[in-house]
């Protein structure tokens, strides 16, 4: 009952959060679109953040743009996404759109000197990231500040759960993520070629950056990529689910499934990872016996920690006989740990700001704006951590036979 209640308290405040009195410094956002997810990645989180203002959005129809504005409180609508990247008053860009469009509008808000938060996948295809991450105005000291939206790495749990982890120990990792199939329908963008849809761009670009960041590597292989894919015009070569196996530079294996066409009960997402035999030391045993232990961690709940997410220890110790390895005792020991703020993530963590109601976004928005003001940031996502990303994503759609998503028209050159 207790867990209840902390549960529903915690999400109250996420999603209606205290306001906080904004500085006189703050920054101001402009966005581009009235997406559905703005709201949960900016305009909620922006409410408890005292450097950040919302103040102006844009869409291809006004009328949408104007109902958007009254609904979230945003003073200002603007004709078009130029008046917004025009505009001296706006210090930083969201940009929600649809996946095909990102590449082009966040050149263009990076030309205009603006800052720019860009949600995932940050564009289409590793071509659009090596000339997105690369322009030269993001190399510059006092240049824009561009990052990929992978709001769930910022969360405490992630941090902790990849505390526990040694990359070169690690043999197996699975991850797995869905949508319940009531949650999507044909005529989204998850499921238009053009717009760059399908489901390893939705949530499958989750389970594959999880991949990379446990192994601590590139993938050097995809092994296998099954997917199942609409082939019917517009939907042409839009998967709404898959399962890819990668092949890593220890050996290890990595494998991500997702599907926007889940059962009808959603199931938090979760990933699991398997860790080599390693001996313990102990001094209690004869010298002619070792004392080994297999680890497998698994983190409930990696995309969206606030609603809820547990972390599983399972740990098998064996003693055996060094020679031949007769096994003389084995059993198993698991605890299980929660981190819903850094403070309860402890060790390095400790003192890293935020409060129980602050979901991965709202941690995200905080780094953000620390990069932004030359502040130190405890957590982020690189250049090249994006590209790698994208050049994931290339190498399963290749081995599906589907084929990457389309390059946008839209050249650097054009802004």
């Not at 009254?70 to 940009?95: Q, T």
């Not at 030269?136 to 982890?165: C, N, Q, T």
């Not at 035999?277 to 070792?290: F, L, N, S």
């Amino acid at each position: 009952m207790a867990s209840l209640v902390s549960m529903v308290g915690r999400l109250w405040g996420a999603f209606d959060p205290p306001k906080s009195p904004k500085s006189s410094d703050a920054l101001k956002f402009g966005v581009l679109g009235a997406a559905n997810i703005a709201p949960l990645a900016l305009i909620t989180p922006a409410k408890s953040h005292p450097e950040v203002i919302v103040q102006a959005v844009s869409a291809r129809d006004r009328k949408k743009a104007e109902a958007f504005a009254k609904a979230h409180g945003i003073p200002e609508v603007r004709d078009s996404y130029e008046d917004i990247l025009n505009d001296p008053n706006i210090d930083c860009i969201f940009i929600p759109l649809p996946n095909a469009l990102h590449y082009e509008w966040a050149v263009r808000a990076i030309r205009a000197g603006k800052h720019v938060l860009l949600e995932k996948p940050s564009v289409s295809n590793s071509i659009e990231a090596e000339s997105l991450f690369n322009l030269p105005e993001l190399s510059k000291p006092d240049g824009p500040v561009l990052l990929e939206a992978f709001h769930s790495r910022f969360y405490p749990s992630w941090s902790y759960f990849r505390s526990l982890i040694n990359p070169a120990d690690v043999v197996h990792v699975s991850a797995y993520s869905m949508i319940p199939w009531w949650g999507t329908g044909k005529n989204d963008i998850h499921f238009n070629y053009a717009l760059s849809g399908g489901s390893m761009m939705a949530m499958g670009t989750y389970n594959m950056a999880t991949l990379r960041l446990i192994f601590g590597a590139e993938p050097e292989e995809c092994l296998s990529c099954d997917t199942n894919a609409y082939t019917d015009g517009i939907h042409d070569k839009c998967d709404y689910e898959v399962k890819a196996k990668f092949r890593f530079p220890n050996g290890g294996i990595g494998e991500a499934e997702t599907t926007l066409k889940g059962p009808t009960y959603w199931t938090p997402s979760h990933v699991t990872v398997t860790n080599k035999e390693v001996v313990v030391p102990d001094d209690t045993i004869p010298t002619a016996q070792e004392k080994v232990l297999s680890r497998e961690l698994t983190l409930h709940g990696f995309i969206h920690g606030v609603f809820w997410h547990r972390i599983d220890i399972k740990n098998v110790y064996t003693i055996r006989n060094k020679e031949g390895g007769a096994v003389i005792k084995k059993w198993e020991e698991k605890t299980f740990h929660k981190a819903y703020t850094f403070r309860e993530a402890g060790g390095q963590f400790a003192d890293l700001p935020g409060e129980t109601f602050w979901m991965s976004y709202r941690h995200q928005l905080e780094q953000f704006v620390n990069r932004v003001k030359g502040r130190k940031t405890q957590h982020w996502v690189s250049a090249e951590d994006s590209i790698g990303q994208m050049r994931m994503l290339d190498m399963a759609y290749e081995k599906s036979g589907l084929g990457p998503r389309p390059t946008s028209k839209y050249r650097v050159e054009d802004s």
